[in-house]
């Protein structure tokens, strides 16, 4: 059974910073790129993040570039997403998934790429 976890979500002001964790049980950790997602309400859940299967490539939407980083310890199945200089458009629910595909190819953010989902943390940035 396949399961990923993500946690350290909460409610901080504008500039502040979080780190959202996500560890993964069941499969082959460094077999899988590792995404992160998030979803506002009433819009869609979009691609934040990914990491290649070793940490070695990254990828970021242009709205956290420069203020989020991902990485990840294969050693310990997690993966970590550190937000810096949060911004109040940055409320919303924080997924991460892993991708059977190990690389973050070019559909790194389409989620219909991703096999295995978390239920995810609330990220909530007040102004």
């Known amino acids: 059974l396949v399961q990923v976890v993500e946690s350290g979500g909460d409610s901080v002001q504008a500039g502040g910073s979080l780190r959202l964790s996500c560890i993964v049980s069941g499969l082959r950790f460094d077999d899988y790129a590792m995404g992160w997602f998030r979803q506002a309400p009433g819009k869609e859940r979009e691609g934040v993040s990914c990491?290649?299967?070793?940490?070695?490539?990254?990828f970021y939407a242009d709205s956290v570039k420069g203020r989020f980083t991902i990485s990840r310890d294969n050693s310990k199945n997690t993966v970590y997403l550190q937000m810096n200089s949060l911004k109040y458009e940055d409320t919303a629910m924080y997924y991460c998934?892993?991708?059977?595909?190990?690389?973050?190819?070019?559909?790194?953010?389409?989620?219909?790429?991703?096999?295995?989902w978390g239920q995810g943390t609330q990220v909530t940035v007040s102004s």
């Open positions: 990491s290649n299967w070793s940490g070695e490539f990254k």
């Open positions: 998934a892993a991708d059977r595909d190990s690389s973050c190819s070019g559909g790194w953010q389409l989620t219909n790429n991703y096999n295995y």
